[in-house]
């Protein structure tokens, strides 16, 4: 393998004036329209998502405390599905939530659109 010894380097500048004076930079300022695209199908996903999950724990604890028939193996594979149900659900509600009331930090973008 050959190597280039004849390459002239050149060092960057180590002030890019952005500094105590900072200067403005255009690339910050994009906001294109997908950030205010609602992503109706990812919600209701998110929304059936919760009501399952809370379905599913309140079967578990139905069943656990005796309220309800079944054994308790049954409570505890419905409480693992209910909690792997339940959280993405309120994770993502959570966000269309803010979202739709305009906290910072939070935006429809950030919600997976299918």
Do not use: C
């Not at 028939?69 to 599905?81: D, K, N, P, T």
């Amino acid at each position: 393998m050959a190597s280039r010894r004849n390459v002239q380097y050149s060092p960057l500048p180590t002030d890019e004036g952005y500094g105590n004076g900072r200067q403005h930079d255009p690339r910050f300022d994009y906001a294109p329209k997908s950030f205010d695209k609602i992503p109706w199908k990812s919600i209701a996903l998110a929304l059936f998502l919760l009501f399952l999950g809370s379905v599913l724990l309140f079967l578990s604890y139905f069943i656990l405390t005796d309220h309800m028939g079944g054994e308790r193996s049954q409570a505890y594979g419905l409480f693992a599905l209910g909690i792997l149900t339940f959280l993405p659900g309120f994770y993502e509600t959570r966000i269309a939530y803010y979202s739709w009331r305009g906290a910072k930090g939070y935006r429809f973008a950030s919600i997976p659109d299918y």
